[in-house]
């Protein structure tokens, strides 16, 4: 028997030697950039650059916008003042020092000192992190100890003495001193994959673990003092697992809690600190209608508690209201699949600026324009203790009729989520589904659900989404997604346990599932630009490899 985790490092491995040939070809922006539209919620930039490369972004106290752009031969910071829209470049002027692979997964990532009034950014072109001074222009480089080291995320410490990085290809974290300028690397262990950190208020260190589907809780006191190894890995409960990327730790009422995008599927999840994720919910995106998961990227949250991340795969902005649970999702204007992975907020809260790589745009949500739909049910748990017997959920959609450049005309139900391939286990039915809103500030609706005989006992998280279109542009949709919990109460038969079983016992790999297989293609190429266009490259450089994947699969 291959265990799962040997089995999924051989392929993530063999994987990219294949990735490298893949990204060596040029790839044209109308492979998957195929329209260019205007919302009323979203406003783009075209950034002056000729090569795909953008990478992360920030902003400063006066409201400029800063984002790093790289590719194999070249990395540079872009300054862009929204008020003119003038963009200025500082390049980086060192020699490439690390593969093509390394360059395309590590994002490199920003952050503003206001202390400093300066810029912080990890560069895997060169293998550094970079201090930018705002006044001066001027740059400083420190260079990283460890090698094709694959710097991605960074943190300053909450001290602001010290900034923390994560090593995706080096799987360590690494500390850069202000006062002495040394970088103090920490090793973890092999092929974990760290991506993102960030503090908490009690000052442990938070890191996502997109490899080994993980995150760390370091005690830094013990850490850095001792040279201990004070490091709790935590996992979800078995029979779940994710891709965990970007990572943000909000208060309400008192407690702490960490919200976390699955970079391997289509959901965010938020769970309290205290629990180290044994409870969690998942709050899932709507469907991606061309790709089989929307793939949540970095995450940043505002002062109001509101979380906000990209969906790469699904071609959206997301805003998750913790304290309502609910999800609202904008289209980007540019598509099918502009790719956005990073995002960030502006000092004021009001705009969510991200980067998009296909397109070479830079682009915000404004998140002060009023939606006027609300949703609200008769329960927001439905509990299902018998098969085939149908369930009753009232639904009421509102509309405030405050002023908003959506058409609420004809309004769209459904719902999403329940699991990684979707709804599964039961059938529904919307009575309407399709709704106008325009003169009726209220209209009530009814969902009948069944459980399927091959449902599962437990409790599932699924959404119900209300969508409507754009007033500027048809093609745009908003929507808005409530969160639902079915508790299925249904003891498994033996009949069903004993199919599960011989299912198991015909399986080559019995502990590896299609979607352990799936996330972890996803992760391990979506940091770079989009698993569906590395995808569609391996297909056309296996046949140079074919005596390679002969091998493999062998």
Do not use: C
Request: aromatic share 8%.
């Amino acid at each position: 028997m291959l265990h799962r985790t040997l089995f999924l490092t051989i392929l993530i491995f063999s994987y990219f030697g294949i990735f490298s040939q893949a990204m060596a070809q040029q790839l044209t922006e109308d492979e998957f950039v195929t329209y260019s539209r205007n919302s009323s919620f979203i406003k783009e930039f075209q950034v002056p650059v000729d090569d795909f490369g953008l990478r992360g972004i920030t902003t400063d106290t006066l409201g400029n916008v800063w984002f790093h752009h790289s590719t194999s031969k070249a990395s540079e910071i872009f300054k862009f003042v929204p008020e003119t829209s003038q963009f200025t470049k500082y390049a980086i002027e060192e020699k490439t020092q690390t593969s093509d692979a390394i360059i395309s997964l590590s994002g490199g990532q920003l952050v503003y000192d206001k202390d400093r009034n300066a810029i912080w950014f990890t560069d895997a072109r060169i293998n550094s992190i970079g201090k930018l001074h705002v006044e001066s222009n001027d740059i400083d480089l420190y260079r990283i100890p460890t090698p094709d080291a694959g710097p991605m995320g960074l943190v300053l410490s909450p001290d602001n003495n010290t900034l923390w990085f994560a090593e995706l290809n080096g799987n360590k974290i690494a500390s850069l001193d202000f006062l002495s300028s040394k970088i103090t690397e920490y090793t973890l262990k092999e092929n974990s994959g760290p991506t993102f950190l960030v503090f908490n208020n009690e000052g442990f260190l938070w890191v996502t673990m997109s490899y080994s589907n993980s995150v760390l809780k370091i005690n830094l006191d013990d850490l850095v003092s001792h040279g201990k190894s004070p490091i709790t890995e935590l996992k979800l409960p078995k029979g779940d697992m994710f891709s965990p990327f970007g990572i943000v730790v909000i208060e309400e009422n008192s407690f702490e809690k960490l919200v976390i995008s699955d970079h391997g599927s289509s959901r965010v999840i938020v769970s309290d600190v205290s629990s180290n994720l044994n409870s969690y919910s998942s709050y899932w995106t709507s469907q991606s209608s061309k790709y089989p998961q929307t793939l949540p990227g970095q995450i940043v949250t505002d002062e109001s508690g509101n979380v906000y991340f990209p969906q790469h795969g699904g071609n959206k902005i997301s805003k998750l209201d913790i304290k309502t649970g609910k999800v609202t999702e904008y289209d980007i204007p540019t598509g099918s699949l502009s790719t956005v992975v990073y995002l960030a907020i502006d000092q004021k809260g009001k705009k969510i600026w991200f980067t998009e790589v296909l397109s070479n745009k830079i682009g915000y949500l404004d998140t002060t324009i009023h939606l006027p739909i609300d949703v609200k049910t008769s329960s927001n748990s439905i509990k299902i203790q018998e098969k085939n017997t149908t369930q009753i959920l009232d639904v009421w959609i509102e509309n405030d009729n405050v002023p908003s450049p959506i058409l609420t005309n004809d309004v769209k139900l459904s719902l999403v989520g329940m699991t990684h391939l979707g709804i599964k286990g039961i059938t529904y039915n919307i009575d309407p589904e399709r709704i106008d809103l325009s003169e009726i500030p209220e209209i009530h609706s009814k969902i009948s659900i069944v459980a399927q005989d091959k449902i599962k006992p437990g409790v599932y998280n699924i959404m119900l989404q209300v969508t409507a279109e754009e007033e500027s542009d048809k093609d745009l949709k908003v929507s808005v997604l409530h969160p639902l919990e079915i508790s299925v109460e249904i003891p498994e038969t033996k009949v069903m346990q004993d199919s599960e079983k011989q299912s198991n016992e015909l399986d080559i790999f019995p502990e590896i599932k299609l979607k352990d297989v799936i996330q972890t293609i996803a992760i391990s190429v979506a940091i770079g630009l989009s698993a569906f266009i590395v995808l569609r490259r391996i297909k056309l450089a296996r046949d140079k490899n074919k005596n390679r994947s002969e091998s493999f699969t062998s």
